[in-house]
């Protein structure tokens, strides 16, 4: 490799087996199908070795096993899965490399720890709530006993990183609910937590179920974010993104890649990539991918435009924010019209200037939707305004 310049690359191993399907569930993920997940080690296996040869100027600095349940799958094949990856790929000694998991399925404190010696070294825990009951009614087959136990087990085997996962604005969640949850999660002492707002997506459980469901209005799910927001920062974890909140230094390296535009390749059914300038996905589509069909289902090369767009909405996704010289020096575009928006935006505190640039507030970020569309918008007009100018000969504008 002389010579070369070697880029950083985050993979991503999509493990769609679960025990139960939960009722706010979209990913692709299975049950049933257990008998599959030999097949499927080896397809994955298959797949990784064959990319590996594209990656070869690439360090590999975050591999991340997602799902479905990856701990579903079981230790020897996650192991195998592993020593592929590190066979195959160059990967750096100081790699993130991540295992979800849930409390019932996670593995024993000596399976972690022979892992942990491979390179594991974050565990993803799916907890979603500490009350049993609503476990029960989200279809989680799991209870907060075992997530405790489970968390022993983390700490027994030694893993440097646990992540706590949890949702609010789940039917019938009360604020009060929602504090105790969280005081739960924390008192376990996780290094990093993260916190979605349920979202009734089309074709789940809870969404065949959605005329029945007494769930909380969008002023009391606004409520649970900003006091997350508040009571973890008094607890030590700092908010770097919309969901995700940290101790220092121990922020999701693979989940910035997505934010920040680095370069990750995706393994399995369902799984997405955005690798050499192109952004692709798989089908997902389990018996496909077992007879080695790598069918994709999107497929396009990003232009720059489109990154442009992409950098201002992940960016605004992250407490650091939008980098302003970083911008332009990457997009060879003035900020100046964005500049005057978020001045408008911070006016109403939903916006804030920064040492280098731009971010949203906690407010923002709740309805950081609408205001990443203005300024994309804005940008456009501003772009189409530039070359009409230009078509009628007054070059200097452009």
Not at 4 to 22: A, D, E, Q, W
Not at 103 to 112: G, V
Not at 195 to 213: A, F, N, P, V
Not at 379 to 385: D, F, M, V, Y
Request: glycine share 6%; with cysteine; aromatic share 10%.
């Amino acid at each position: 490799m002389k010579g070369k310049t070697v880029r950083p690359l985050g993979l991503y191993l999509h493990i769609p087996f679960c025990k139960s399907k939960c009722a706010y569930c979209d990913f692709y993920s299975l049950s049933g199908r257990e008998e599959k997940m030999d097949d499927y080690a080896a397809a994955l296996t298959d797949h990784l070795t064959e990319t590996a040869p594209m990656a070869a100027l690439h360090t590999v600095d975050t591999v991340y096993f997602g799902g479905g349940t990856p701990s579903y799958l079981g230790y020897e094949r996650i192991t195998q899965l592993l020593r592929t990856v590190k066979k195959q790929y160059r990967v750096d000694k100081n790699a993130e490399i991540t295992l979800e998991a849930n409390p019932d399925s996670l593995f024993d404190w000596k399976e972690l720890r022979a892992l942990r010696r491979l390179g594991l070294s974050r565990i993803s825990l799916g907890v979603q709530s500490s009350d049993d009951a609503v476990l029960r009614r989200l279809g989680r087959i799991h209870t907060w006993q075992q997530v405790v136990d489970a968390v022993d087990t983390v700490r027994r085997a030694k893993i440097p990183d646990l992540s706590l996962d949890l949702i609010y604005g789940l039917p019938d969640q009360t604020m009060e609910d929602w504090k105790k949850t969280l005081a739960d999660a924390v008192s376990l002492s996780p290094e990093h937590i993260s916190c979605y707002g349920l979202k009734l997506e089309e074709g789940t459980s809870l969404w065949r179920q959605r005329e029945q469901l007494v769930l909380p209005d969008d002023d009391l799910q606004a409520d649970m974010y900003l006091y997350t927001v508040e009571y973890l920062a008094q607890k030590g974890y700092a908010q770097y993104e919309i969901s995700n909140f940290a101790r220092p230094g121990h922020e999701s390296r693979h989940n910035l890649k997505y934010w920040t535009l680095g370069e990750y390749a995706g393994f399995g059914p369902g799984a997405h990539s955005d690798f050499g300038s192109v952004r692709y996905a798989y089908v997902a589509d389990l018996d496909l991918y077992l007879r080695g069909r790598l069918i994709l289902s999107e497929s396009e090369t990003v232009s720059e435009r489109e990154r442009e767009r992409e950098y201002i909405m992940l960016s605004l996704r992250t407490a650091a924010g939008i980098d302003v010289r970083a911008f332009e020096n990457r997009f060879r575009q003035r900020f100046d019209v964005l500049e005057k928006l978020l001045a408008e935006y911070e006016s109403h505190g939903l916006a804030r200037r920064t040492v280098n640039g731009w971010r949203l507030t906690p407010k923002g970020f709740l309805v950081s939707n609408a205001i990443i569309a203005s300024l994309t918008d804005a940008l456009a007009a501003e772009k189409q305004r530039r070359l009409e100018k230009a078509q009628r000969g007054d070059y200097r504008i452009v």
